[in-house]
């Protein structure tokens, strides 16, 4: 089996080489092709995937290319977790939307747009180059925001699935917390991408019995701790969200502690560069304990669990995945992308049915699916009105005023990615 990596340069990447190398009888890899335009950081990243795999006794080979063309040549499956304009462009994307009072986020908000903009283009290409040489190849998008990226791939035709490491986070949380194995519980989690919420927390599969009312009795101060909310709105709500559901419940909040702080790209930057200087190490041969912190905790693991699904007989029956909404959410348009349970195997992903969503939560869900259909037409199109357009209909946006200047700020911090601008 051969698996490519678009963005393998990425600091990242040892975290997925080590779940490979761990995980290897659930996802038998024989070639693992990184793929990057960074020579230097694809060599001290390949260096280091060599020395992971011959220190776990991992038969595969572990080859790097900057060509995507011949990274992507035969792949069974292509994982992409790009990032358009590095670390630099994330920099802007948290920060210039403080200027207008907004929440600055690298996935949501007026950022989450910039980054959609650059990125939908240049994973789009990546596509097409798949698609001709291995149409039956599945993409495995990580890429952020992933949600509007999975929309696009599928709105293009390309046989694509979108992966986000929210929901198994919270798996192994949860399960650390009532000690039990991860593998018993099953999630009701149900949204969009970055803007979900766990219904209930199941024992044994769909129809299990439901752990989260208990859960919330016993660990709920630590739970809320974890999402810097008040441990009262997950007792009024009965149901733990998203952290990222704090830029919306706590707007205000965030944007003035955000402006005390360096931004977090600014943190991630520094980290970057010293886990890079680790990974030069001819001596080190494991994913080094710094790179927790980077972010992306058991990404390797819902990577694998996934591809193994999608391309043989293993992985779990069920999982986390973003993919079409063909009525699963009824308030929302069969080609919404959504991020909910679903049966996975040769033939994709087939989402779960669950009870109707409250108003609660299905008010903002359809709001922000509008959101992101907006935002993939600017993406696919360009023009400032449907970037204004798409801006003006984000809830973390939402007026007109803010939304022009946050239109003037994302264009020129951005024009050297957007070719229309």
């Not at 038998?28 to 020579?39: N, T």
């Not at 990243?45 to 776990?56: E, K, P, T």
Request: negative net charge; contains cysteine; glycine residues 10%.
């Amino acid at each position: 089996m051969k698996l490519a990596v678009v963005g393998g340069g990425s600091t990242y990447t040892p975290e997925l080489i080590d779940g490979f190398a761990r995980l290897r009888d659930t996802l038998p890899v024989s070639e693992l092709v990184l793929v990057d335009p960074d020579a230097e950081r694809l060599a001290l990243v390949g260096g280091l995937a060599r020395r992971i795999f011959a220190r776990q006794g991992h038969p595969g080979t572990v080859t790097t290319t900057s060509d995507p063309d011949a990274g992507v040549a035969d792949a069974d499956a292509v994982l992409l977790q790009l990032r358009v304009g590095g670390q630099a462009a994330r920099q802007q994307d948290e920060t210039w939307p403080l200027e207008c009072g907004c929440v600055g986020q690298e996935t949501t908000g007026a950022g989450g747009l910039a980054k959609a903009l650059r990125t939908v283009p240049v994973v789009l290409d990546i596509a097409e180059r798949v698609r001709r040489a291995n149409p039956d190849a599945w993409i495995i998008d990580f890429t952020n925001p992933v949600g509007i990226v999975t929309r696009a791939l599928l709105q293009a035709g390309h046989k694509a699935i979108g992966l986000c490491n929210v929901a198994i986070g919270l798996q192994r949380k949860f399960a650390r917390l009532l000690g039990v194995s991860p593998a018993e519980l099953h999630l009701d989690h149900v949204g969009l991408n970055h803007l979900t919420w766990e219904r209930g927390v199941r024992r044994g599969g769909p129809e299990g019995e439901d752990l989260l009312p208990g859960l919330l009795a016993a660990h709920g101060e630590a739970i809320a701790a974890d999402l810097r909310l008040p441990r009262a709105v997950l007792d009024r709500l009965g149901v733990v969200p998203s952290y990222y559901l704090r830029y919306f419940y706590a707007h205000d909040e965030v944007v003035r502690e955000l402006g005390t702080k360096p931004s977090r790209a600014a943190e991630v930057a520094a980290m970057e560069r010293q886990l890079l200087e680790m990974y030069g190490d001819p001596a080190l041969d494991e994913k080094p304990e710094l790179l927790a912190k980077r972010g992306g905790a058991f990404y390797s693991e819902a990577a694998v669990d996934l591809a193994a699904a999608l391309l043989g007989d293993g992985g779990s029956p069920v999982q986390v995945v973003n993919t079409l909404n063909r009525g699963t959410l009824p308030f929302l348009a069969d080609d919404a992308v959504i991020e909910v349970q679903a049966r996975v195997g040769r033939d994709g992903p087939v989402p779960l049915a669950g009870p109707a969503l409250d108003p609660l939560y299905a008010g903002l869900v359809a709001q922000v699916s509008a959101y992101e259909d907006l935002a993939l037409d600017a993406a696919l199109r360009g023009g400032r009105d449907r970037v204004f357009r798409a801006l003006l209909a984000h809830p973390l946006v939402g007026q007109y005023d803010r939304a022009e200047g946050l239109t003037d700020r994302l264009l020129a911090h951005n024009k050297e990615h957007l070719a229309w601008a």
